[in-house]
């Protein structure tokens, strides 16, 4: 009787050495840094296969619009912050891409995983106000109305004749929530990523990881500004803090 292999082998179609050579997905890295730039890498990367040009140029587009929201929201407050008490420069942005959660950013994940579903949005929406859920991907602290972001990544992708399949899904979406609850939610950012990505054949797993992808320059920039400009460390002021024990 044969022993069985106590290591299994690690199993990959991403890359390989060969020859002396790095292969990315079947091509040379040597390719890739001569014809090709690092948003096609990483589309080829997640997806297998490099993106023609109106992919490519789609999927730039969302990753611009995830780079930057402001200091307040939480995945740059809590990098600076954890720079600011003099924590190493990748603590700090691992600290703020942990803040990448259901409510920040992890809305992609689940309004792909909802666009790409079998469940038409007539029977997404009941099932969302019959558990009195949230709806991932619409609503907005800031933009109440329109956000401005999704408006500008729809009409980008209708003009490089993008498919609109799961963009128009999202739409009637949001319409048959305003029919059912009476309430007017526009689609943020985490649904035009989700809805973007549906249209570039993205398993919806990848949802939080694009966003990732797409904020942590602007992480990067904010903890650069917190270690060179601002003096250690942050901390609440007493007056932002309402106590309500005994």
């Given at each position: 009787?044969?022993?069985?292999?106590?290591?299994?082998?690690?199993?990959?179609?991403?890359?390989?050495?060969?020859?002396?050579?790095?292969?990315?997905?079947?091509?040379?890295?040597?390719?890739?840094?001569?014809?090709?730039?690092?948003?096609?890498?990483?589309?080829?990367?997640?997806?297998?296969?490099?993106?023609?040009?109106?992919?490519?140029?789609?999927?730039?587009?969302?990753?611009?619009?995830?780079?930057?929201?402001?200091?307040?929201?939480?995945?740059?407050?809590?990098?600076?912050?954890?720079?600011?008490?003099?924590?190493?420069?990748?603590?700090?942005?691992?600290?703020?891409?942990?803040?990448?959660?259901?409510?920040?950013?992890?809305?992609?994940?689940?309004?792909?995983?909802?666009?790409?579903?079998?469940?038409?949005?007539?029977?997404?929406?009941?099932?969302?106000?019959?558990?009195?859920?949230?709806?991932?991907?619409?609503?907005?602290?800031?933009?109440?109305?329109?956000d401005p972001r999704?408006?500008?990544?729809?009409?980008?992708?209708?003009?490089?004749?993008?498919?609109?399949?799961?963009?128009?899904?999202?739409?009637?979406?949001?319409?048959?929530?305003?029919?059912?609850?009476?309430?007017?939610?526009?689609?943020?950012?985490?649904?035009?990523?989700?809805?973007?990505?549906?249209?570039?054949?993205?398993?919806?797993?990848?949802?939080?990881?694009?966003?990732?992808l797409g904020r942590?320059?602007?992480?990067?920039?904010?903890?650069?500004?917190?270690?060179?400009?601002?003096?250690?460390?942050?901390?609440?002021?007493?007056?932002?803090?309402?106590?309500?024990?005994?």
């Amino acid at each position: 009787m044969e022993e069985s292999n106590s290591m299994e082998k690690w199993r990959t179609g991403i890359s390989r050495h060969k020859d002396g050579k790095l292969y990315v997905r079947g091509l040379s890295i040597e390719e890739l840094i001569q014809k090709h730039t690092f948003v096609e890498v990483i589309f080829l990367l997640l997806k297998g296969n490099l993106p023609n040009e109106k992919e490519a140029k789609i999927f730039d587009a969302i990753l611009v619009a995830s780079a930057e929201h402001g200091v307040e929201a939480p995945s740059a407050f809590v990098a600076r912050t954890t720079a600011s008490t003099g924590n190493p420069f990748n603590a700090a942005l691992a600290a703020g891409i942990l803040t990448i959660g259901e409510w920040h950013g992890g809305a992609v994940e689940r309004a792909a995983e909802m666009l790409q579903s079998d469940e038409s949005p007539e029977e997404i929406v009941a099932g969302v106000l019959e558990k009195k859920g949230k709806l991932p991907g619409y609503g907005h602290k800031i933009y109440k109305d329109k956000d401005p972001r999704t408006e500008t990544i729809f009409a980008k992708a209708k003009e490089l004749g993008i498919s609109q399949k799961y963009i128009d899904k999202a739409t009637v979406i949001g319409q048959e929530f305003e029919n059912q609850s009476g309430k007017k939610l526009p689609i943020n950012i985490d649904g035009a990523i989700a809805a973007i990505i549906s249209e570039l054949g993205f398993d919806w797993r990848l949802g939080k990881a694009i966003f990732i992808l797409g904020r942590l320059p602007g992480m990067i920039a904010h903890v650069h500004e917190e270690v060179v400009n601002e003096k250690p460390y942050r901390r609440l002021d007493e007056n932002d803090v309402e106590y309500t024990g005994p």
